[in-house]
């Protein structure tokens, strides 16, 4: 069952006005355009996950999109965290095309896209870092913590995945 249904990001909706509002010639309409296309390719790859999501059984799951917590005088968000009795499972939902090296030795990701290279933050580390911080939440709230599992997902399925050794 979902308990927090995913919503279009605030930001999102401020960048589309604001692309609404920009003359066509302004200076920073380029970076905001990037920014915006970024920002709704992530929005639609996290709901690429939904129709999967829609087989678990409803009686045994619990689903929460876009959680915000704050814990230690910072927030961290998490895409989707799925809650059972048993454990809980955090998922970052990446919608990258092309071809996706993970690179563990300097904790990247780098995309190959029509011959383009890109370096992208390690998506494993985040991963990480919010099972450390959700686990630091569970604490400070002396709650007994969950066995939690993590997964990246890569929403876009024709995207070729690669490691290093």
Same mark, same amino acid.
């Given at each position: 069952?979902?308990?927090?249904?995913? #919503?279009? +990001?605030?930001?999102?909706?401020?960048? &589309?006005? /604001?692309? =609404? %509002? $920009?003359?066509? #010639?302004? +200076?920073?309409?380029?970076?905001?355009? &990037?920014? /915006?296309? =970024? %920002? $709704?390719?992530?929005?639609?790859?996290?709901?690429?996950?939904?129709?999967?999501?829609?087989?678990?059984?409803?009686?045994?799951?619990?689903?929460?999109?876009?959680?915000?917590?704050?814990?230690?005088?910072?927030?961290?968000?998490?895409?989707?965290?799925?809650?059972?009795?048993?454990?809980?499972?955090?998922?970052?939902?990446?919608?990258?095309?092309?071809?996706?090296?993970?690179?563990?030795?300097?904790?990247?990701?780098?995309?190959?896209?029509?011959?383009?290279?890109?370096?992208?933050?390690?998506?494993?580390?985040?991963?990480?870092?919010?099972?450390?911080?959700?686990?630091?939440?569970?604490?400070?709230?002396?709650?007994?913590?969950?066995?939690?599992?993590?997964?990246?997902?890569?929403?876009?399925?024709?995207?070729?995945?690669?490691?290093?050794?």
């Amino acid at each position: 069952m979902i308990v927090k249904k995913r #919503e279009v +990001p605030l930001y999102n909706e401020v960048l &589309e006005a /604001l692309m =609404r %509002r $920009l003359l066509h #010639e302004h +200076p920073s309409r380029k970076i905001i355009s &990037e920014s /915006l296309a =970024r %920002r $709704l390719a992530g929005f639609k790859g996290e709901q690429a996950i939904d129709y999967p999501l829609s087989f678990l059984p409803q009686m045994d799951y619990l689903i929460i999109h876009d959680l915000r917590l704050f814990v230690q005088g910072h927030y961290f968000q998490i895409d989707t965290l799925i809650l059972n009795q048993r454990f809980f499972v955090i998922l970052e939902v990446k919608n990258f095309t092309g071809t996706l090296f993970f690179d563990s030795e300097f904790n990247q990701l780098i995309r190959i896209l029509n011959g383009k290279e890109e370096a992208f933050p390690d998506p494993i580390l985040q991963l990480k870092r919010q099972h450390y911080q959700l686990t630091s939440w569970f604490k400070h709230q002396s709650f007994k913590t969950p066995p939690i599992h993590s997964f990246v997902v890569i929403s876009a399925p024709r995207t070729l995945l690669k490691t290093s050794p």
